[in-house]
C-alpha cells in the first residue's frame, strides 16, 4: 500500500486547489460466494483530478473490475463494499438510488469492454443515445434526436444524420465502440469509466478508440479512469497509473515514472512479461528461412475454404487462395486480426474443417475432400493446443486421464506404462506430478494451458498447431508459457503452426511468419524482418498501430502512425 | 474452491445442495426431503405399517373409530391400509417409469444430437408428435394396448408405468440432445476429435458424463409428474384391480358417490395422500434446480460480522440480517454437517431471494 495517508483531503494532486472528479477512500468490496467471502478489493484509495486519464492495470482478480463497477453503484446483490467514492460531493455507496441514477449519466459515465453486448440490438442507436437523455429530464423528442446526432459527430462516426437511424448490426466492431462512447458522452459527464474499452477490438481498430479517447480528454476535458490489463494502452493513454495486485492498490505514479523506474517487485515483473515488439525475437539473426532442408510437412496450394451460405445466399470464403508451407522443426507463425481466417487454416490442418478447393497436402495426405477414416491414423502425428484451457479439457475427467486420452486411443501403451508417460509429460511442461490426479477447474489457466501443451505432445508428433494458446492467460502467465513453449520446441524439434493476433507474441516464437488479411496472405517473411520492416500496406498499419509499453517510444510511434495513415 | 475434494457423500445431487442452501431455499429444500422421505418410508414399510391387508374386505362404508382408524371405502376396504399400500403402488411405478424414460431417452438424445442428420430429424419429429397429444389421452390409450384397462399386479404397474414412460421419453431426450448439440461444439469434444477418438469414445466418454448432469433434476420433477398421472389413469378406471394392489387414484373413483352421503373420509386421506407425495417431490425438484443454478441460489451475505456494511446494489434493499447475534456461527456449522440443517432451518440470515 502506498497509499496511507491518513488526512482527508486530496493526497496525489500537485495542485490543491483543484478538486478531485473522483475520489476514493478506503474502498472494501467483499462477495458472497460458495467458497465463503472473497475480498475482491481490500482497501483502495485512489483520485481523479479533472482532465486527467487514471489507469488502472493489474491482472485477472486483481480487482480493477470491481472498482471500476463500484465507482457507477453496479455491483451484484452479493456484495458489501464499505468506504467512500466520492463523484462531486456525493458518496455512491450510501446514496439513495434515485441520487444515484442522477449521477449516472450526468456526473459518470460508463465504456463496456464488449460494444456488441452493450448495445441493444432492437433499437437504432440514436434511440439508445436519446434513452439517456430523457431519463434525466424533459427533453422533446426532436432535441433528443438533435443531441443524439451531435454526440456521433463528436466521436466521429461519418454521416450522423443517416446513421443515427442505424441499428447496432450495421456497424462495425469500432464503430460500436464509437457508438458506446457517444451514448457515454451524451449528457457531458465530467468523468468516463472505460472497462477494458478495447479488449475486444482488433489493434488497428483499438489504436482508432484510443485517439478518440485521447481527444475527448484534450477537447472537452473528460476525465478518463481507464481500466485495462494491456500495458501498451496505458502507455499510450494514461497520465497516470495505479497498479492494483489482487484487490490491493501495489504502486501509484505517473506513467513515465512507471515504466522508467517502477519502484516495486511486482510491477517490475509485470512489465518484463509484457511482450515488447522487436525484443527477444525468435528469428534474431537469421538471414534466411531456416530448417529448409527438411521434409515439407503442410503444404498449402491455392488453398481456398469456404463455410457454406444459408439457402440461395453464397458461402462465406473465410480462406481465398493461401500458399505457404511448413518444413519439419519449423516454427511458422500466423498473424491476422479478427475474421483474417487464421483459425480456419488451422482447423483446416488438423481436419477439423473442409477445404474447398486449392490444395492443401498435411503430411502428406490431401486435405481436398478428405475422408475421416482414412485421415485418422495421421491424427496422431498432429497435436493441437486450444485457445481456452478452461473449456479444451472435459471436467468430468481428471487432467492425468485428459493427458492420457490419446495414448489410450492409439493404444500404444497399457497400464502403467500410461500413467508413466503421464508423469513423464506433466513433467516436461514444468507440472508436479500429483497434479495428474487434479481436475481441470482446480487448475489456473497457465497451468491448464501446460497440460493441454502435455496432452498435444502425449504421442511425440511431428506438427503441433497451437490456435491463440495466450489470449486467454494473464502476461505474466503468458511469458513463463511462452517460454516452456519455446524450449519444448527447441528440445522435442517438432513443426509448429502458431496462430496469434498479437504480433509481439508471434515474434517471440516464430523463425517465418505470415500476415493474413481478409483471407490473404498478404505477406510473408522472416519474422524480424516482416515486425523491423514491413513492405505491405496493410502489414504497415497493422505493425504501426501495435503500442508498445513504453511511453516515449509509443508517442514516437503514435505520431509516425498519423503519418503513415495520412500519406 | 478448495483443492482438495470433498467426500463422496457431500458430492451425491441431493446432499450437495443441501449444503449449499440458506434461507427459505434451505427450509423448502427439507420440507420436500422430510415429506419425500416419508413417502418412500411408508411404501418400503408397508407390510409393517398397514393394520390389514390391502384387499382385506370389512362392512362396508364404517365412520373412523378404533378398529379402523380411518375408516372403510365402500367396497369394505379399510382406508388407513389402503393408503399407506398405496404409496407402495405410487412408488414402484415411478422407479419403473424414470428407469425406463431415463435409459431410453438419454441413449436416443445422445445419439439423435452428435450424430445428426436424417437420424436427428425423424427423432425430434416423433418426440414433437408425441408432445401434441395431451399426455393422459397417450396413457390411456397405452394402457389400453398393453394391458386391456384392467389387470393384475404387475400387470397394472407395468402398464401404468409404461403408459408414463412414452410420454416422458421426449422430455429426457430434448434436454439431452439441446446439452449434446451444446458439447459437441466444446473445445475439449473437438480435442478428443483431434485425436483421433472414436465416435463411440467420444459420446460416452466426453459427452455423457457431461450431459446428463441435470438429470437429477428432471428426474425429481417427473417423479411429481409420474404420481399424477398414475393417480389420474387409475381415477379414470385405467388402474390396478383393488384386489391385485392399492392404488390412490382407483380409491378417489370409488369415492366420488360417497360424497354426496356426507361420507369424507374415502376421498380426503388419498387425495392428501396425492397432494403431499407430490408436494414432497415438487419441494425437492424445484428447490435443487434454483439451487443448481448460481444466479436463483440466494447467498449468505458477505462480511454478516462488520457493523458499518452498507448494500450497494441500486434499489434494492439489504437482506434483513434478523439475529445478529450468533448468525454467522449457526449458519457456518449448518454449512459444515449436514445434519445441523434440521435445527437451523427457519431462523438463520434471510437472504433466500435472489435475481430479478
Known sequence: MSTSTQHSGTPHNEGPATEPVLRIDHLKVTFATDGGDVHAVDDVSLSVAPGEVLAIVGESGSGKTVTAKTILGLLPETAVSSGAVLISGSDVISVSPAKLRQIRGQEVAMVFQEPSTALNPVFTVGWQIAEGLRSHGNVSRKEARARAIEALGKVGIPEPEKRVDYYPHQFSGGQKQRVVIAAALALNPGLIVADEPTTALDVTVQAEILDLLRDLRDVFGTSIVLITHNMGVVADLADRVVVMYQGDVVEEADVATLFAEPKQEYTRKLLAAVPHLGRNSASAGLTERAHQGGEVLVEARNLVIEYPGRLGSPGFRAVNDVSFTISAGEVFGLVGESGSGKTTIGRAIAGLNKVTGGSLKVLGHEMLNVRERSFRPVRRDIGFVFQDPASSFNPQLTIGECVAEPILITGDRKGPDVSRRVAELLEAVQLPAAYADRYPHELSGGQRQRASLARALALNPRLLIADEPTSALDVSVQAKVLELFREIQAEFGFAALFISHDLAVVDILSHWVGVLYKGRLVEEGIGNQVMGGPKDPYTQRLIASLPVPDPAEQARRRTARRELLRS | ?356
Open chain 2, 1 to 356: 474452491m478448495a483443492t482438495t475434494k470433498e467426500p463422496l457423500l457431500f458430492r451425491l445431487p441431493v446432499l450437495s445442495h443441501l449444503r449449499r442452501s440458506v434461507g427459505l431455499q434451505r427450509g423448502m429444500l427439507i420440507a420436500g426431503l422430510v415429506l419425500t422421505g416419508i413417502f418412500l418410508l411408508t411404501a418400503l414399510l408397508a407390510p409393517v405399517l398397514a393394520p390389514f391387508g390391502f384387499a382385506q374386505r370389512f362392512d362396508s362404508q364404517q365412520p373412523p373409530s378404533a378398529a379402523h382408524l380411518w375408516g372403510t371405502t365402500v367396497g369394505g376396504y379399510d382406508v388407513l391400509s389402503r393408503v399407506i399400500w398405496g404409496a407402495q403402488t405410487a412408488v414402484l411405478v415411478i422407479v419403473i417409469a424414470v428407469v425406463l424414460s431415463l435409459f431410453a431417452g438419454v441413449a436416443l438424445g445422445l445419439v439423435s444430437g452428435y450424430l445428426g442428420g436424417w437420424l436427428d430429424r425423424v427423432l425430434v419429429v416423433v418426440a414433437d408428435a408425441v408432445y401434441a397429444f395431451p399426455t393422459l389421452l397417450l396413457a390411456i390409450v397405452m394402457s389400453i394396448t398393453i394391458s386391456g384397462g384392467q389387470s393384475s399386479l404387475w400387470g397394472g404397474i407395468l402398464s401404468a408405468a409404461i403408459s408414463i414412460t412414452v410420454v416422458f421419453i421426449p422430455q429426457y431426450f430434448r434436454v439431452i440432445r439441446a446439452e449434446t448439440i451444446r458439447l459437441k461444439a466444446e473445445p475439449f469434444v473437438e480435442a478428443a476429435k483431434v485425436m483421433g477418438a472414436s465416435t463411440p469414445r467420444i459420446i460416452f466418454r466426453h459427452v455423457y458424463r457431461n450431459a446428463t448432469r441435470t438429470l437429477p433434476l428432471i428426474f425429481t420433477l417427473n417423479s411429481s409428474e409420474a404420481v399424477l398421472t398414475m393417480a389420474a389413469l387409475g381415477f379414470l378406471g385405467f388402474g390396478i384391480e383393488p384386489t391385485s394392489a392399492a392404488e390412490w387414484g382407483f380409491d378417489l373413483n370409488k369415492a366420488l358417490s360417497d360424497t354426496t352421503a356426507g361420507i369424507w373420509w374415502t376421498g380426503v386421506f388419498p387425495g392428501i395422500a396425492i397432494v403431499l407425495a407430490v408436494l414432497g417431490l415438487t419441494l425437492v425438484g424445484e428447490s435443487m434446480n434454483d439451487l443448481s443454478d448460481s444466479r436463483l441460489r440466494g447467498r449468505r451475505r458477505a462480511g454478516a460480522t462488520t457493523g458499518t456494511t452498507t448494500g450497494t446494489t441500486a434499489g434494492t434493499t439489504t437482506g434483513t440480517v434478523a439475529g445478529t447475534t450468533t448468525d454467522t456461527t449457526t449458519a457456518s456449522s449448518a454449512a459444515s454437517s449436514p445434519r445441523g440443517a434440521t435445527e437451523s432451518a427457519a431462523p438463520g440470515p434471510l437472504e433466500g431471494t435472489a435475481g430479478a
